[in-house]
């Protein structure tokens, strides 16, 4: 047989890292390897709907998971409505995007009209109330095959609000309880994810559900934990597909 026309093997398991870059080209090939029978993590719906911030936190709501309190809005924006519902501060995100990029915090009127003046007409975006007691610190729970492997706390540069290690935040061990654990691991089975890194913000009552991403990096999880992640998806991989660890 000409090489040209050799046919290659199917991979065992596909692991996409695309995240919210996953596009419709993206989706597509995703789905016609879970299609073909390969064993995909994570499979294309729950990546779909880790994209989508906005469906995300419905799905979560629904059952009776805590989330902060959430609008979906559009440009023009209707400002008194904004603050009759919420309180400042309050946090802008695109309805899809990680690594911290496409969120801004409104301290008070002033900047919030501001910012709008800024944005595109008709362009679709979350508001979301500010948890105060959290501002600047958050929590990284790294779930794997139904079980999280750790977690870690972030906080954010002096002077910032984002805690995101790829933002320069800093990050250091923190023991998982049980309701951390809880949580992050019901919200991924929620969301559809085998794979997933859960960011949980530290309210005054307990904890609530930031987002959660199908394609968490690592490294800053690495650096605080000590634990080996590509080993663990690997050790999940094997448990799944039936070969010996």
């Not at 605080?224 to 660890?245: M, W, Y």
């Amino acid at each position: 047989m000409d090489s040209a026309q050799e046919i290659d093997k199917l991979p065992d398991c596909l692991i996409p890292r695309t995240g919210s870059g996953t596009n419709y080209f993206i989706s597509a090939v995703i789905r016609h390897f879970e299609r073909l029978g390969v064993f995909v993590l994570n499979n294309s719906e729950s990546i779909k709907n880790a994209m989508d911030k906005m469906a995300s936190i419905q799905m979560l709501a629904a059952e009776n998971i805590p989330v902060p309190k959430t609008l979906l809005a559009k440009t023009p924006l209707d400002l008194d409505f904004v603050v009759k519902e919420f309180s400042f501060p309050v946090i802008l995100k695109k309805v899809s995007g990680s690594e911290g990029k496409g969120i801004v915090m409104c301290k008070d009127h002033s900047q919030l009209e501001d910012t709008m003046d800024l944005l595109d007409p008709n362009l679709n975006m979350i508001i979301q109330e500010c948890i105060n007691s959290s501002l600047g610190r958050d929590i990284r729970v790294f779930v794997i095959g139904g079980r999280a492997i750790g977690a870690m706390l972030r906080t954010a540069k002096e002077g910032k609000f984002k805690a995101n290690y790829s933002a320069g935040g800093s990050v250091e061990l923190l023991d998982l309880t049980p309701e951390v654990e809880w949580l992050a691991v019901e919200s991924s089975r929620i969301i559809g994810l085998d794979i997933a890194g859960v960011d949980l913000l530290i309210d005054e009552e307990g904890y609530q559900i930031c987002e959660i991403n199908s394609s968490p990096y690592f490294k800053g999880f690495e650096e605080a934990t000590n634990i080996d992640v590509a080993q663990e998806i690997l050790s999940f991989v094997k448990v799944r597909c039936g070969e010996p660890l």
